[in-house]
Structures are given as C-alpha cells and as structure tokens.
Antibody, heavy 117, light 110 residues
C-alpha cells in the first residue's frame, strides 16, 4: 500500500529552523517526483517545492534560498529543511507524490508548522 | 506565480449539477494539459479527482468531469450528493518546473 507520513512539525520562533520528514512506503521516493505543498490556517493550497527522480529541485519564489528539499534513498524519506522562518510560513505542510502527468496522487496527513514568538 | 482564480463558493441541490471555473493565463492553464482538481474535506488531505484536464483516477465517480477552454478550466459535478460538499482546488503546471493552485471553491449541497 502506498503511504506517506509527515513528521517534524511544531512551534518555532521567527528566524528559526525546522526540518520536516516524509516517510514513504509502498514506493521509492527516488523513482518519483516528490512535492511539498502547504496550507496556511483557513487558506488555500500553495505548492512549495519539488524534487524530481533525477534529483533536480525547484521552489516557489517565496521560499527560494530559505527552504531545501532533499531525500534519503536508503531511508526512503523526503525532507524539507526550512530556515529563516517567518510568520507567513505558518501552515500545514503536506508531502505528496507526483505523477509525471503533473498531478499529485498520494498525500500525507500533513504536519503543522507554527512560526511565532 | 499568482494563484489561479476560482469562485469562492458554489452550491446546488441534491441531484443538480455544479460547475467550478479555474482561470489562469497562457503561462499555466492555457499552455499545458496538466490541469488537475482536488477535493478536500475540513482537516483532511486533498484527494485528486481529475488529472490531465479531463481524466478520472480509478475510484472517482463519473459524476466528476473536467474540461478546458483557453485559459479557463472547469470541474463539473453532476448529480450532486451530500458527500460532495467540500473544498475544491484546481492546479496547473506553470512552466519552469513550478506548479500553481487555484484559490479554492467551497461547494455547498443545499
């Protein structure tokens, strides 16, 4: 069964760092497109970043230079390293598997990140 | 990377149809066939309902259909049921290996 489970969320002060993890089962993260999508409280979905099977990474403009998407093939886990966090980064962060036809077919339950002093 | 434009709300009675629009530009919706739609219940993860404009994943009822004309994509839910009451988001590939979601539409079954 295909499954992704996020962890690592929590309360962090502005300017701080946090790393989210997304443990995958039923498929290999290094053979698929893997995405992070976030949703601020009461707001809509926002695409954050992708890592392609070849290892290339891309980000939405608002997180470039602050967030880094990566994976550990041996652990079959996706990561999102978030630095210089701001209040506007407060959101539920979802890990999602992407298809090469441009859609996301499996989503995790989400990890809440709250940036506040 | 501006969000695609969706109406904030849509509604219909059980058995009726509702259509949600998703307006972008030539750089996203109008430029690619990679338009998908997601259903999200409160506090839950999104679920893909339509991909590649008009294709349904296995298990999605055929009451859900998608289309596109120019820079606007649409999701139609026919034969509305109580369980269709949810938030719906469109998404498009936006070029440059980036993706963009719509602003979201809350569907209410009257």
């Amino acid at each position: 069964e295909v499954q992704v489970v996020e962890s690592g969320g929590g309360l962090i002060q502005p300017g701080g760092s946090l790393r989210l993890s997304c443990a995958a089962s039923g498929f290999s993260v290094n053979s698929n497109y893997m995405h992070w999508v976030r949703q601020a409280p009461g707001k809509g979905l926002e695409w954050v970043a992708v890592i392609y099977s070849g290892g290339s990474t891309y980000y939405t403009d608002s997180v470039k230079g602050r967030f880094t998407i990566s994976r550990d093939n041996s652990m079959n886990t996706l990561y999102l390293q978030m630095n210089s966090l701001r209040g506007e980064d407060t959101a539920v962060y979802y890990c999602a598997r992407g298809d090469n036809k441009g859609y996301f077919d499996y989503w995790g339950q989400g990890a809440l990140v709250t940036v506040s002093s | 990377q501006s969000a695609l434009t969706q109406p904030p709300s849509a509604s219909g009675s059980p058995g009726q149809s509702v259509t949600i629009s998703c307006t972008g530009t030539r750089s996203d919706v109008g430029g690619y066939t990679y338009v998908s739609w997601y259903q999200q219940y409160p506090g839950k993860a999104p679920k893909v309902m339509i991909y590649e404009v008009n294709k349904r994943p296995s298990g999605v009822p055929d009451r859900f259909s998608g289309s596109k004309s120019g820079n606007t994509a649409s999701l139609t839910v026919s034969g509305l049921q109580a369980e269709d009451e949810a938030d719906y988001y469109c998404m498009s590939y936006a070029g440059g290996d980036t993706y963009v979601f719509g602003t979201g539409t809350t569907v209410t079954v009257l």
